[in-house]
């Protein structure tokens, strides 16, 4: 069972920068692909970004690629996604979520999920 803590969102205003973190329970985080997605209000969720345990691979969506940087610190079993230059569509929920023993941009793999961070841009 792993269980995951979001934070780090908020209001910023187009072109501005956030980083959110994910904190995760366990002593196996490591051998867990994660990843981030969003969901826009009326919208699905939609995959951002992941990351394998070991961090050797990392894959983006086109629309945040160039833009956003996932990254983890398996000492601190935390999860980051760094995003810069960030615009009025970049507006949503964003989850992480953990995959055990694998990584994919494909959400029906996620076993565990956060609660949300909400992420608003202003134009």
């Known amino acids: 069972q792993v269980q995951l803590v979001e934070s780090g969102g908020g209001l910023v205003q187009a072109g501005g920068s956030l980083r959110l973190s994910c904190a995760a329970s366990g002593r196996t985080f490591s051998s867990y692909g994660m990843g981030w997605f969003r969901q826009a209000p009326g919208k699905e969720r939609e995959f951002v970004a992941a990351i394998s345990g070991g961090s050797s691979w990392t894959y983006y969506a086109n629309s945040v690629k160039g833009r956003f940087t996932i990254s983890r610190d398996n000492t601190k079993n935390t999860v980051y996604l760094q995003m810069n230059s960030l615009k009025p569509e970049d507006t949503a929920v964003y989850y992480c979520?953990?995959?055990?023993?694998?990584?994919?941009?494909?959400?029906?793999?996620?076993?565990?999920w956060g609660q949300g961070t909400q992420v608003t841009v202003s134009s």
């Open positions: 979520a953990a995959q055990r023993g694998g990584y994919s941009a494909y959400l029906a793999n996620y076993s565990y």
